[in-house]
């Protein structure tokens, strides 16, 4: 299908691009990487009436550390944040983020600015910010301002960006040395949306938990906030007990519905395991135990133990049905 017709027009200066859409309004659409606002056109699930093509505007490609912050600029392809050093170690969490966006091809084009103004629950950038305490830069003809990301998700693909406002920068602030974190994804193939997926940093003083931020992407109509879990691990010392209560109240923070991937028990099930795996490992990289441990992604057709049997590990659904039809064939092979 092709898209409806619409104006294109090619900057090459932000004073130019904000001057077009304080002109267009809502008429206009801004294009960077396009991955997402081009499928959505030929689908006919947008119809804008002109494109603004930023990617010949200069100096906003750059990844920088600036005044107690990790600067990414809003033509920063996922690429680029993959292969970036920046993203390493403290922004821990931000580089297991980058390669696990889509496929090559679309982590070649998609900006990681585009990816957060898009909004989809099922994004993976979105729920790493959110964790490392992320706000974007937004201006328009008429100014600047700074939206964190928590006031910046409103709903599925919803945003509080204005019309005529472009994201220019994300802002990650410095966690400081005692940090670590990761991002989990469980999907169905490689470059499959997020079944279910969990973003967690903690940062440690004086060996306690001085601030802690999980998020949670596909169980939502945006990406989720574990505030409870959050909350709780303040103060903590990271242990086995905190980590496991962390991950229960991450679990009911999630929404998630059942659909083809799984059903919503089996997801807020993942969450929970996810969130445990990730503290671990946070909290070996955040202490310094050497090299922390790599993280299992896997998840395959298993939840995690209910609430009442031995917590830490993760058995096969169905275990019982198994044992069943082995208790059949040995009574078949008695008789």
Do not use: C
């Amino acid at each position: 299908m092709y898209p409806a017709k619409f104006d294109y027009h090619r900057v090459t200066s932000l004073d130019e691009a904000l001057s077009l859409l304080e002109r267009l309004g809502d008429d206009a659409k801004v294009l960077a990487g396009g991955q997402s606002l081009i499928p959505m056109m030929k689908l006919r699930f947008a119809e804008p009436a002109a494109l603004v093509d930023i990617n010949r505007i200069g100096g906003l490609d750059r990844i920088a550390e600036q005044d107690g912050s990790l600067r990414i600029g809003a033509l920063v392809r996922h690429k680029s944040a993959e292969y970036s050093p920046a993203l390493r170690g403290r922004f821990g969490v931000l580089g297991d983020t980058a390669p696990q966006i889509s496929d090559p091809i679309v982590r070649n084009l998609g900006t990681v600015a585009g990816s957060l103004a898009h909004a989809d629950p099922q994004g993976d950038w979105a729920s790493a910010m959110l964790a490392a305490g992320a706000e974007v830069v937004a201006r328009s003809a008429g100014g600047e301002r700074t939206i964190a990301l928590d006031d910046l998700l409103q709903g599925p693909f919803e945003t509080t960006l204005e019309p005529n406002e472009i994201v220019t920068e994300v802002r990650v602030p410095d966690p400081g040395p005692r940090t670590g974190g990761t991002y989990l994804k469980l999907e169905r193939r490689v470059g499959d949306f997020a079944t279910v997926g969990v973003a967690v940093q903690v940062s440690l003083e004086d060996g306690k938990v001085a601030r802690a931020g999980i998020a949670l992407t596909g169980v939502g109509p945006i990406n989720v906030r574990a505030r409870a879990a959050e909350d709780a691990l303040r103060g903590s010392d990271l242990g086995a007990d905190a980590i496991t209560e962390a991950a229960r109240l991450a679990a009911d923070a999630a929404e998630p519905r059942g659909d083809l991937r799984g059903s919503a028990e089996y997801k807020r099930n993942v969450v929970r395991v996810f969130t445990e795996r990730g503290l671990r490992h946070a909290a070996a990289a955040a202490r310094g135990d050497g090299e922390a441990p790599p993280v299992s992604h896997s998840f395959p057709r298993a939840v995690a133990r209910p609430p009442g049997q031995a917590t830490g590990e993760d058995y096969f659904a169905g275990e019982d049905t198994i044992e069943g039809v082995m208790d059949e064939i040995r009574d078949k092979e008695g008789e």
